[in-house]
T-cell receptor, first 115, second 115 residues
Framework: AQSVSQHNHHVILSEAASLELGCNYS??????LFWYVQYPGQHLQLLLKYFSGDPLVKGIKGFEAEFIKSKFSFNLRKPSVQWSDTAEYFCAVKRRNSGNTPLVFGKGTRLSVIA | GAVVSQHPSRVICKSGTSVKIECRSL??????MFWYRQFPKKSLMLMAT?????????EQGVEKDKFLINHASLTLSTLTVTSAHPEDSSFYIC???????????FGPGTRLLVL
């Protein structure tokens, strides 16, 4: 069975600091990878996704993630965070072309950005 | 992007009553819908997967007679919490996926409080 690990439960950064949130998955086959964000009081929104091609994926709001197959990782990065990036971030994985199987989520990382 | 709506956004009910939550895909046909439950400061717990016109597939530990799921059309799925009890109080989120697509889109969630 697949599983997703997000190592950081809560990250606190000052504005303009750089961000990297770790995500590792366990599955030997081909996967699609996602990062979702949940702002306070709002629903989950897709930040970015990787299906194939360039392993460095750019998403909305200046976020990017890099797929490193050898490390089974898909870390999320942003060079300079803003207060408005305060949110919960979820990494998710799905076996590619597996039909109706749902996304498998990590436990989430809460990011708090302070002024 | 694809939009998923949920209704109601918030419901308060008495113990023993049943509550129905609707999930609609507004601009695409959702052949598969997923229902999640999110506990405070925790990740999403998948409850069930439903395909249009078929019976839902429930995750281990989720009572199918308590959480009735109907996916009668390509744009609507409903979750009915039957004989609700205070321990059913939670945040319920639906997610939808179009046929042959890999990305799941999420609704805004329904907060259920059972008194």
């Amino acid at each position: 069975a697949q599983s997703v690990s997000q190592h950081n439960h809560h990250v606190i950064l000052s504005e303009a600091a750089s961000l990297e949130l770790g995500c590792n998955y366990s599955y030997g086959g081909t996967v699609n990878l996602f990062w979702y964000v949940q702002y306070p009081g709002q629903h989950l929104q897709l930040l970015l996704k990787y299906f194939s091609g360039d392993p460095l994926v750019k998403g909305i709001k200046g976020f990017e993630a890099e797929f490193i197959k050898s490390k089974f990782s898909f870390n999320l990065r942003k060079p300079s965070v803003q207060w408005s990036d305060t949110a919960e971030y979820f990494c998710a994985v799905k076996r590619r072309n597996s039909g109706n199987t749902p996304l498998v989520f990590g436990k989430g990382t809460r990011l708090s950005v302070i002024a | 992007g694809a939009v998923v709506s949920q209704h109601p956004s918030r419901v308060i009910c008495k113990s023993g009553t049943s509550v129905k939550i609707e999930c609609r895909s507004l601009d695409f046909q959702a052949t598969t819908m997923f229902w999640y439950r999110q506990f405070p400061k925790k990740s999403l717990m998948l409850m069930a997967t439903s395909n249009e016109g078929s019976k839902a597939t429930y995750e281990q530990g989720v009572e199918k007679d308590k959480f009735l799921i109907n996916h009668a059309s390509l744009t609507l799925s409903t979750l009915t919490v039957t004989s609700a009890h205070p321990e059913d109080s939670s945040f319920y989120i639906c997610s939808a996926r179009e046929a042959y697509q890999e990305t799941q889109y999420f609704g805004p969630g329904t907060r259920l409080l059972v008194l």
